[in-house]
Structure formats: C-alpha cells, structure tokens
C-alpha cells in the first residue's frame, strides 16, 4: 500500500497479568492526523510506546515505512539498550510525553540542540541554528537560555514538541500531552499540534482534548480494553457511535 | 592552666604547613583517582553482565567493611612483605585511601543515578541517543548535581581518613604534629592546632563544594 507510514497489526502487551493491548490493528497514511480517545488506563499510552519500541510487544507486528521492528527489538532484548536499528527508528518518529520530560540540566534550545548533535552529528553552531527556528516556531524566541524548571507547563510542552521536531520525523506520537497541563495554557500546546496537523504532519494523538480530536483529525479511534473498540471519521464519530461502549463514553464526557 | 605557647607553634609553621600540604595533597590525589575509579565501579554495578556486577558488588563489600588502619596496614607491611613489592608509605596511603573512597563513591554515584526519574532516560532513548550519550549526556550530569552534598562528605572524610597514613610514617600533618609534641613536649599546643587546622580544612571545603553546587544549579 503506498502512502502508509504505519502498520501495527496483532498487537498484543502484556505487564504481568494485566493483558494492556489485545491484539490492536492500526494503520496510519502519510499526512494523516489519528486521534486516540477513551478511557484513562486502557492502553492508549502503551500503543504508542510500542510505535517507537520503548515497550517491547509481546506479539505481532510494528511496520514503520515497510520494516517490521519487532522481530528487530526482540532480537537485541530490552528495548531500552543499544539496538542502532532501533535507535534509527527513533530518528524518525518524534513523541512528546504528558510530563513533558524536558532535561532539566538543560537550558530550553540545549534540550533541543542534544538530539542533532549527538544523533545526526549535525555541528554545535548549525543545531543551534536549527533548534532556535524551531523554538520560534513554537513561540519562544525569547525564552531558548531558561532552564526548564522556569517556564510554565504549557512552554516546557512547546519545547518539547520543539525537541522532536528539530530531528524532522515523519511521524509524530502525542501522549496525552495536555493531560497535565493547567487549564488556561492548554489551548497554547493544542494550537501547535493543529499546526503540524495542517501542515501535513503524520500524526498520532492520544488525547482528551474532544475538541482537538473533532476539529482537527482526519480520524479517531476509540479505544478500550487493549483494542479499538470503533473507529471513523470525527462527525460519524461523535454524532452516530455505533457501539454502546463508545455512545457510553462520549455520554460520559459531555454530561 | 599553663600559657598556651603561641610563639612555638609560630615557629614550627612552616613545618606544619608543609605538613598540612601533604595531607591535602594525599587526600586530593586519592578523591580524584577514587572519583574516576568508583565511576567505573559504579558502571559495573549497574551494568547487565551479572558477572560485573558480581565483581562490582565484591569490591565495594569489602573495601567498605575494611578499617582502613587495617588495609594500610596490611597492605604496606603485609602485602610488600609477601610479594616483594617497593611501595612509598605515600603511595601506598594513596592506594589504601582510592580504593577505600572508590568503594564509597560507587554508591554514592548508584544513589545519585536512581535518584533520576526513569522518565528522563526514556526521552533521550525515544531520541534515538545511544546508551553512551544517553549516559554521558542525561544521566551523569544529573546524578553528579545529586550526589555532589555526598561527594563532598566523601572528600573531607578522606582528609581525616588521611591522618591514619601517619602510621606508615608518612610525614602528613598528624605524624608531624606528634613529633613536634616529642621534640618540645607541648602536646596541648600542637594537637590542638592540628585539629584546628583539620577543621579549617574541612569547613574550606564545605564552602567550595557549596560554591559549586550554587553554580551548577539549574
């Protein structure tokens, strides 16, 4: 199929005897924007990290741009040690984390500098160069030399979406990347990934956030119990869930 | 109470300030040789081959639980003995103190890693960063800011621990302040400058470590 960036097929995870993802099937094209929804606990967060291999699935199938990485992971053990194929992977696929994870040793654009330096070997001046577009872009020019403990949530997210974006994936992950936020300074964090969206960014988002999912994905799948329970475009979506589970959970949201 | 003699003590400054600058010098050398040689412990530690681990494990056991008067001991007049090395009492003071911090300094480096978030590695390894970077760039510079109050204990301890190399006659500030007692039988005035000095040293170096933790507060 031309045009598909990723295949997840039979994903099963496992942590302990909690069955997290039950045999998940996923295919996202290039451009598209998919948003995750459903309730909290249920394997939403555990899908995208399987995407990227910081989890190790138990079984089935990850094929990013036509390789399977599973057979890949599984063959150097655990996911977190050196595997360079995998760490090429990573390369590619940029994810933002709900605790945003910025390096606090760090200033702002040394947070986004490290990964150009010492993964593509780019030189001090031109990741500099590269980190600092991508922090205007996100809207804090004037905020590259603060440490991370001195911005607000919503800048240390922006920064962190400025982090995966200097490395130019071609797939995007968002974990719940507003779930932590205050309130007021979500719409500043959800504002950039509608930009990215409309830019032409393939993206993956899990979120909470309906009315980013309704207005500014091409497609959402709601997600239960380790598998997508239904799935469809966000009017179908939200208007006509044929499913109890999903009528029972955007019933839920709205009351 | 007698007069404390104060001009004597003058008089002996600069022996004792020369004494003063072997203890800085032993304790300095070993913090710096333990620091590099616990980080490689340290490393074994926390490596995935178990039989690192194992060997990591062992030393720091045994270093740890050695009274370091016995390990100088031992070593200098046991160890030299049996095999028939050549080893200055300084070197071997440095040798027993390195081995003695580095077994301490491995743990204090594990508490300042396990003290990171595991969060922090996982950023950096979904940026495709390599173990080693992960490491040298994420990790470390964290731990060290962490452990820095624990390495600074670490390094005036070793500055009192240096004043059991005066058993090897070592000629460190102890071992000169007692021969000085000997020689003008005034043990009030120079044990007591002795540990004055002991003191003023270990309060310098709380200082600076205070100094470098402010500077590399993020």
Redesign the interface.
């Known amino acids: 199929m031309s045009g598909v960036v990723l295949e997840v097929n039979n994903l099963h995870k496992s942590f302990g005897s909690l069955h997290v993802l039950r045999g998940l099937n996923l295919t996202v094209r290039r451009g598209e924007t998919v948003a995750v929804i459903g309730p909290s606990g249920k394997g939403k967060s555990t899908l995208l990290r399987c995407i990227?291999l910081?989890e190790q699935p138990d079984e089935g199938q990850v094929i990013f741009e036509g390789t399977d990485y599973v057979p890949i992971a599984r063959r150097r053990g655990?996911p977190?040690?050196?595997n360079p194929q995998l760490?090429?992977l990573?390369?590619h696929i940029g994810?933002v984390?709900q605790?945003f994870?910025?390096?606090?040793?760090?200033t702002a654009v040394e947070n986004v500098m490290?990964?150009p330096m010492?993964?593509l070997g780019m030189s001090k001046n031109e990741a500099r160069e590269r980190s600092l577009e991508q922090l205007e872009h996100v809207g804090l020019k004037d905020k590259v030399d603060n440490?991370p403990?001195t911005l607000s949530g919503g800048q240390q997210q922006r920064v962190a979406i400025a982090?995966?974006l200097v490395?130019e994936p071609r797939l995007m992950l968002f974990d719940e990347i507003t779930a932590a936020l205050d309130p007021e300074l979500v719409g500043e964090v959800v504002e950039e990934m509608q930009r990215l969206a409309e830019g032409g960014m393939t993206m993956v988002v899990v979120t909470h956030h309906m009315s980013f999912a309704r207005h500014s994905s091409d497609r959402i799948l709601f997600v239960d119990d380790g598998d997508i329970v239904e799935e469809g475009e966000p009017d179908t979506l939200f208007n006509n869930p044929k499913e109890p589970r999903t009528q029972e959970f955007l019933a839920h949201l709205l009351s | 109470m007698v007069e404390f003699q104060l001009d004597t003590v003058v008089a002996s400054g600069p022996r004792i300030m020369a004494a003063l600058g072997l203890t800085i010098y032993i304790s300095t050398v070993s913090m710096l040789f333990g620091l590099a040689v616990g980080l490689v412990v340290s490393l074994l530690r926390g490596s995935g081959f178990q039989p690192f681990r194992l060997l990591a494990v062992t030393y720091i056991s045994i270093f740890r639980g050695l009274p370091l008067i016995a390990f100088l001991i031992w070593l200098y007049f046991g160890v030299t003995v049996a095999f028939n090395i050549q080893l200055s009492p300084i070197t071997a003071g440095i040798v027993v103190l390195t081995i003695q911090s580095s077994a301490y300094l491995a743990e204090i480096y594990r508490s300042g890693m396990e003290a990171i978030p595991h969060t922090q590695r996982q950023a950096a390894v979904a940026l495709g960063l390599s173990p080693v970077r992960v490491f040298t760039d994420v990790q470390f510079p964290q731990a060290v800011r962490i452990a820095l109050p624990a390495i600074g204990n670490e390094y005036i301890g070793l500055v009192k621990g240096s004043a059991l190399v005066s058993v090897l006659g070592v000629a460190e500030l102890m071992r000169t302040s007692q021969q000085l007692v000997q020689f003008y039988q005034l043990p009030f005035e120079f044990f007591t400058t002795a540990a004055v000095l002991y003191v003023a040293v270990g309060v310098g170096l709380g200082r600076l470590f205070r100094i470098v933790e402010k500077r590399i507060r993020y």
């Open positions: 990227n910081l655990l977190l040690r050196g760490r090429q990573r390369t994810i984390f605790q994870n910025l390096f606090p040793h760090k490290l990964a010492r993964v440490h403990q982090r995966a490395m």
